[in-house]
Each structure stands twice: as C-alpha cells, then as structure tokens.
C-alpha cells in the first residue's frame, strides 16, 4: 500500500473518530434545523486538526504546546457543539468537554487492547486497512456504549443547564485529564522498561478515572438539584391553580348574575323607551352583555366554569376560541385536577395564539369527546413561525403531563403548518 495513502487513511480514521466522540453526546440532545447536513459539514475540519495533533504528538516539543494543541481542538468542538445543537455557549463547552475526555479514554483502552494482544503474541500491524478497521469497529462500539449510558443520562429535557461553578469545576478536571493524557503518552513513547512505565502509567490512569467519575458525579448532582427546584416550583404552581378554582367559579357566578340582571334591566328599557337611537343603543349594550354572559354547557360544572373564564380571556385578546365539549367523560377526574388541566392547556394555547399579529388568525379549536371507552383531549391554536412551541420545558405543558399521567393516560404534541395540537387521551374509569 501506498505510504501517502496510508498516511492518509490514518488521518480520515483519526478524525472519524474524534468527530464520533462529539456526534455521541449530540445525538440526545435538542438538535438545530439540518442537524445532519452540520454535522457532516463539521466533520471536515476534524481531518487538518488530527493531522496537527499528530504531528504535535509525534514532534519533539514542549507539553505547554501539545496542550495548546488540544486546546485549539477544544475551541473548535465548541463551536461545532453550538452549531449543531441548541445549546448555549457554556452548555456547548461542558459538552466539548466531554467529548475530548470520551475520545481520549476510548483511545487509551485501544491502546490498552493492543498491549494486551501483544503479550500473547498477537501484532496488530496499525498502519494497515484491516486494523484501521478493527480500530474503527472498536471505537463505534465503545461510543454507541457511551451514547445509551452516559451521554444519554446527563442531559436534562435534550440540553446541558451549566451554571459557573459547574462549568469552572469542569474545565479544571478536563485540563487535569488532558495533562495526564499528555504525560501517559510521553512516558509510553520514551521506550523505558516496563516495570518502571507500568510503576508511572497505573497512577496516572487511576487519577484520569478519579477525574472523570468526579465530572460525572458533579454532573448529576448539579441535575439532581435542578430537578428538584424545578419540582417544587411546579408543585406550588399546581396547588395555586387547584385552589384557584373555588374563587374561579365563584367569579364566573357573580359575572352570570350581574349580566343576567343588565339584560333585563335592558329589557326594561326596551319597553320604557321605543325610539329607534336609543334602540341602538340598548342593542350595543346588550351584545357587550352578551360576551360577558358566555356561560358554556357542557354538562360538567368544572369544564364549563374554565371554558366560561377563557373564552372572556380569549375575547379580551380577541382570539376566537371554538369549542365542540361532552364533559360528561371527565365526571371521574378530580375537580380541581380537571380545572388545573383545562386552565393550563388553554393558557399555553392563548399565550402562542395572542402572538399571532393578524387578528383573524387568532383561533383556537377544542374537542372533548368519548371514543370506544377513553376519554380524548384534543386542543388545536394557531401560532406563529419560530422555535418549536411544543417543547415541554413551559410550565402550563408539565403540569397537563403529569394531571395526565395521574390518570393513566398519555399527552402528545405536534406541531405542523402554523398550528400547534395538544393531544391527550386517558381510560374513563
């Protein structure tokens, strides 16, 4: 085989691997638009940049320029981290972190392997197709590993929340693993006797293991906290809005009466005062009345308590809200948990809605009905082109979850042609 062609399939498979580490801890996370078409496009750049750390590698040169190497690499996988997901610059560098500290240990266990082999009389020659093979097979297989255990696990909702004690804490234990890398392979290369290279490797492996296990112990205790602030956040949210629903009903009561009491007071007038410019007159105020009056029937106090204080808060936006509703299948669930449902799924719905900047696109669709013994939610609203509205990271969609999931059933969301669809089905009990 040719030496340049050698060279360079050294180089591609040197590359492919550093660009797989990076791909591993993309895959879970929130992607950009053309995810694939990035990433392939960031996996050019990996090519020059293996070269140079190779030749950095391979040069007689000082360790402060083999970790300026390393950390020009870095610089450019954060770069292709923010590039290809959504993440934000310090959840990008946490990110590039990992990947380096992934790449780098999957390459000292095939070193590893390779000792191994050659204890038993088995040389792999490392310049060759086949073993640049195998080394490629090895790799996938320790980074599919790595993408269903670690990289799967630490991501909270497809994105990294770094805060600067995290993000400090890591960049020191990343650089202290670099150094160790850098000093591991130093002394391997130096070509001194095995007792004395096994005397310095084993520290210097045990110390990469403790810096990684630290990293990932921190990772998810700082997850941990997070989820938990979150937790009581939504916990307070939900038990505000089940206690909401004495004072709502009792509002939408108090509304019903005093505009029951101006239509007939209305009424009154009609017959007091015939002429036609105070007919007018009374006509306006009646429909004003009317609006307020927007008592909905749909044979469950609860759902017709909510869907009476939307619709005022759909007018007050002026969004249409058309609803097609047999609350009549809901007669099992709680009534504070049925009202913080509705409460939260329209709001959501009205809050994307009332974005829209034409008027008469402003609309929402609910259908609540029975279908072959479930219960089926179905709550579709305009909403305008931007960031995908069906992120369940919103407040109002966690808590319409887990009502849900309280109930054995199951939410969706799709989003699709400038709409966006709530969907939920759960067993009548």
Known sequence: MLPNLQQFLSLLVCGIQLWGAALTYWLPLRHSPHFWQRALLCLIPYIPLSTFLLWVDYTPSSLFLRAGAYILFCMWMIFASHSCTQLDWSGATYCAIWGILSALTTFELWQLLVWCLA????????????????????????????????AHS??????????????????????MFVLLFLTMQTVTSTG??????????????????????????????????????????????????????????????????????????????????PNAALQQSLNE???????????????SE???????????????????????ADGTCLHFMDPADLYALFA???DHAIELTRKLPEPEKRMIDLLVCRRQGFAVLNIISAVPDGPDPGRETCDELKIVKRIIQKYNGFLTTE?????????????VQ
């Not at 630490?154 to 650089?175: T, W």
């Not at 989003?415 to 067993?427: C, R």
């Open 119 to 150: 204890q038993v009389n088995i040389f792999l020659p490392l310049d060759q197709p086949s073993a640049l093979l195998l080394q490629l097979l090895f790799f996938a297989a320790a980074y599919c590993l790595l993408r269903v255990t670690v």
């Open 154 to 175: 630490m991501p909270y909702e497809g994105s990294y929340r770094i805060g600067p004690r995290q993000q400090i804490s890591a960049i020191i234990l990343g650089g």
């Open 192 to 273: 001194v006797s095995r007792e004395t290279s096994i005397f310095v490797v084993v520290p210097l492996a045990l110390c990469q293991l403790y810096c990684i296990t630290l990293l990932y112990l921190q990772t998810e205790l700082f997850k941990k906290a997070a989820m938990e602030k979150e937790m009581n956040s939504l916990n307070m949210l939900y038990e505000r809005q089940r206690q909401q629903y004495q004072v709502a009903k009792r509002n939408v009561q108090i509304i019903n009466r005093k505009c029951h009491e101006l239509k007939v007071q209305i009424a009154d007038l009609r017959r007091m005062a």
């Open 285 to 299: 105020a009646e429909a004003a009345a009317r609006q307020y009056d927007a008592s909905t029937q749909t044979g």
């Open 302 to 324: 609860v759902l017709d308590v909510v869907l009476t204080e939307k619709s005022m808060l759909c007018e007050a936006h002026h969004i249409s809200i058309n609803n097609v």
């Open 344 to 346: 939260n799924a329209l």
């Open 415 to 427: 989003s699709n042609g400038g709409f966006f669809a709530i969907k939920a089905v759960f067993p």
